[in-house]
């Protein structure tokens, strides 16, 4: 079956997905963790297919960890199902006023319709996304990596069974049988067929979407985040969020890769750090290595890359006026970070950086869905639209005015 066919499948259960109940979505995504949980054995053998396979071609290995399923992270994946099922349903919220001339206008939140999805080897993404999509009332094609295609694969059966478990079409949940890049660039060129493109990975992928797609696409970014410590931040604050920021989980897009220190602490505070972080490569400017001189200097281009590593960038600055100008001309605009007790540098920071995530006294780690309330989520949005950071429900609906009148014509 083409991927256009594939689409159309979607499209065409679009009238039952969105004449559905709030409650009738809720219990497909109960039966969806349920059925997740009920195959895990499937899913954790097509799992392991898939990993001994990405060993053999040289996968890195921060990748490895994304794509690596475990049945403790598959009972996650459930939780965080339910945890959606859980939330307010998104439909039909809005607002009514009356015209001078009588006309009742009502604008209401409705789904956009078929949602495409093109990601890496993050089968979690696989579920999170099924999950937003059908409890907004959207369809949704998942096209993942071909790292992860046999556990997507599984993930998706167990997830159309769901459906039809609760008296919905399968088809509100399709995943093109081939996971080829010439499939990719077809999906991104289905104008009139699918509404709505995210793609949800590396800065290769996104880039490729955006420059291909003639399809509306909402561009979620890698994150070249970084962390800024103030000459007034607490020390051992300031080392336990740049640790965590850093190396609680390199390989994910809200992981520090800068490290920004005020020219006033830097001789005492980056040897802490180089002791703190042993494992991690510091790749450092002029003053940096002159205080730490085994560190690596950096080029201009590190300054702009996500590692995805256990490596992190380090920049000397004068005052938070220079970190925010630093920042905001090497960032990806995904989540950006203060260290300090004053209260005019952090009202500066927020003010200043250009992100879709600012932190004061806390770890980059937390821009995520679940970690904001949102139960899972479909992607961190870099872009400046009407969806921007972690994308929930919400991101995935549009409006639609409803007026009433009595007969009025426009003069």
């Known amino acids: 079956m083409t991927i256009r066919e594939i689409c159309l499948r979607g499209r065409e259960a679009i009238p039952a997905l969105q004449a559905s109940s709030g409650q009738q979505r809720n219990d497909a995504l109960h039966a ?105 009332g959207n369809c949704v094609v998942l096209r993942g990596g071909k790292e992860a295609f046999h556990t997507n694969c599984a993930m998706v059966n167990s997830l159309r069974e769901a459906m039809t478990f609760v008296g919905l079409p399968a088809d509100c949940i399709t995943m093109p049988e081939d996971p080829s890049r010439e499939t990719a660039t077809q999906l991104m060129q289905l104008r009139g067929i ?127 006026e220079e970190a925010i100008a630093f920042i905001n001309a090497h960032n990806t605009g995904h989540s950006e970070a203060i260290l300090t007790e004053s209260l005019t540098n952090a009202q500066k920071f927020t003010a200043g950086i250009d992100a879709a995530a600012v932190y004061v006294n806390a770890s980059t780690r937390f821009t995520d869905g679940g970690e904001f309330g949102f139960g899972a989520e479909i992607g961190i949005s870099t872009q400046k639209m009407h969806a921007r950071g972690p994308m929930g429900l919400s991101a995935l609906t549009t409006v639609k005015y409803v007026v009433w009148g009595n007969g009025q014509i426009r003069g």
């Open 32 to 136: 969806m963790a349920k059925l997740l949980l009920r195959d895990v054995d499937t899913i954790l053998e097509a799992n392991q297919k898939d990993l001994a396979h990405a060993s053999e071609n040289g996968v890195p290995t921060q990748l490895l960890d994304r794509l690596k399923l475990t049945e403790a992270r598959l009972q996650a994946i459930a939780s965080a199902l339910e945890e959606v099922a859980a939330l307010p349903d998104p439909l039909g919220l809005g607002e009514e006023w009356v015209r001078p001339n009588g006309l009742t206008v009502r604008r209401l939140t409705v789904p956009i319709g078929l949602i495409a999805m093109i990601y890496e080897a993050r089968p979690n993404v696989t579920a999170d996304a099924a999950a937003l999509a059908v409890k907004s």
């Open 194 to 320: 699918v509404d709505l493109l995210i793609p949800r990975g590396g800065k290769g992928l996104i880039r490729s979407v955006v420059d291909n797609a003639t399809v509306p696409v909402i561009e979620t970014g890698a994150g070249n985040c970084h962390v800024f410590v103030d000459a007034s931040a607490d020390v051992d604050m300031a080392l336990s969020v740049v640790d965590n920021a850093k190396r609680q989980r390199p390989s994910v897009c809200n992981a520090a890769e800068g490290l920004l220190v005020h020219r006033d602490i830097a001789k005492t505070f980056l040897p802490l750090v180089k002791a703190r972080l042993a494992d991690v490569e510091l790749r450092g400017c002029e003053e940096t290595c002159a205080i730490l001189p085994d560190c690596l200097p950096a080029t201009e281009e590190d300054f702009y890359k996500e590692y995805n590593d256990l490596i992190l960038h380090v920049k000397v600055v004068g005052d938070v």
